[in-house]
């Protein structure tokens, strides 16, 4: 049974820090891209970056680029997505998620950050930026 769960959201000042961690079970993340999604209030989910399963790629949402950064432990079968220089309308609930078996979405930026591309997530954590 594929399983995804999130953790590391909290409470943080305006430019703080967070890294949060998505540990996977019932499959290997080295098999799989990796995506973060976040939903804020009243608004749709968006893309937030994504790890590639075929060559390690990285893709990020123009709104968090060079402040975010993802990677994979592949050991512990655990993506991390650190976040820098935190902005309050970086608050929101976090998710990741994973495609179905043969599928990768992370070919190219548009399909990488696309909900539709994935079909396992996890319960969330929030995040919220605030003073």
């Known amino acids: 049974q594929v399983q995804l769960v999130e953790s590391g959201g909290g409470l943080v000042q305006p430019g703080g820090s967070l890294r949060l961690s998505c540990t996977t079970s019932?499959?290997?993340?080295?098999?799989?891209?990796i995506g973060w999604f976040r939903q804020a209030p009243g608004k749709e989910r968006e893309g937030v970056s994504c790890?590639?399963?075929?060559?390690?790629?990285?893709y990020f949402a123009e709104s968090v680029k060079g402040r975010f950064t993802i990677s994979r432990d592949n050991a512990k079968n655990t993506v991390y997505l650190q976040m820098n220089r935190l902005k309050p309308e970086d608050t929101a609930v976090y998710y990741c998620?994973?495609?179905?078996?043969?599928?990768?979405?992370?070919?190219?930026?548009?399909?990488?950050?696309?909900?539709?591309?994935?079909?396992?997530w996890g319960q969330g954590t929030q995040v919220t930026v605030s003073s």
């Open positions: 998620a994973a495609p179905r078996a043969g599928h990768d979405p992370g070919y190219g930026l548009a399909s990488a950050l696309n909900q539709y591309e994935y079909k396992y």
């Open positions: 019932g499959f290997t993340t080295e098999n799989y891209s």
């Open positions: 790890i590639s399963l075929a060559d390690g790629s990285t």
